[in-house]
């Protein structure tokens, strides 16, 4: 008998997720750049000019004329590229980020890699960076802020105007964090964008929301110094320099992120962004009719104060569950996240609640 083929894990239950199935025509562009490197863009042409199409429409997305930046492995690398953008440019001997305590863990790994103190602060009542807190320990060593649009945990906005105002005032770089929320702001009223002058970086993934295949993280930059701060010498490449963290890195995530813009950017994405709160508006009154302490989705995320053996059981039902820090379930409402599929977890919960 022939061995069995290895099989993903299909979406059908996940809700934890912050990465989706690309959309078709992503998953198409993705196979056919699997054998392209855009690390080395003289020998792989076609795909770093792709490239730069990802760039200049991720500059669309978020608001920002001639942006700089490239298709990175994911908001991780983004984030790292950040605050190593930040130390490389910073005059100060010792420099510190400051960030609200609902950053990525990305953000310590960063701070750990670079050497790098990371200066964490509480968030206000309602989940968001408090830009009062971060002051408090911004000093002339300050060579970044960070703020998230779209945090990992509740899907909060942080306040980036007075994010932006403290970063001047310090005479600091500022970076957003729009991993996963970049897709959907656009479409809400939030302020988030490179319209702040103060915004130099962003990190905005399309393999999160932008339905491309994984790996697709996008990093932006106001000004080509930051890249050039980035930038390293490649004696044996055909190309003098390269800016991003890995060498050799995946053709198939650009061409993917290529051809999601392409299809989806904006009338799609507005669609997904529609739906995905609409599902979460959903499930979050439903939940809260039954009784459980629900966090409001400002973005397509509901977190629920859910006790542990309801979590349990949910689990060996097979769904795909993941928790805060704080221990509440985050339901992820990615463009896979059917209603039907929310109506079928609303249907177990009950069932496990009178088991
Ligand atoms: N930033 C935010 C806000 C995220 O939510 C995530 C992941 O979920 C990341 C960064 C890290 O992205 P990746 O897992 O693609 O490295």
Redo the contacts with the bound molecule.
Sequence with gaps: MEPAVPQPQTFDRVLSS?CTRPHPAARAAAERFLATNPGDPETYRSVAGLEQDVVDRLGEVTGLDSPHGYVAS????A?IQAMRAARNRTEAADPNVVAPESV?F?FQKAAEVLGVDLRITPVDTDRRADPDAMADVVDADTALIVG?A???EYGRVDPIPALADLAADADALLHV?A??GGFALPFTDHEWNFSHAAVDTM?I?P??LGQAAVPA?GFLAREGATMDALAVETPYLESTSQATLTGTRSGAGVASAAAALDELWPAGYRQAYERAQANAEWVAAALTDRGFDVIDPVLPLVAVDLPEPLFDALTERGWRLARTARGELRIVCMPHVTREMLTAFVRDLDDCRSA
Excluded: F, L, P
Aim: net charge negative; charged share 20%; glycine share 20%.
């Design positions: 912050m994911g908001g991780t690398e984030n990525h990305s998230i779209g945090t990992t964090d991993a996963w990190t993934d393999h999160k993280g």
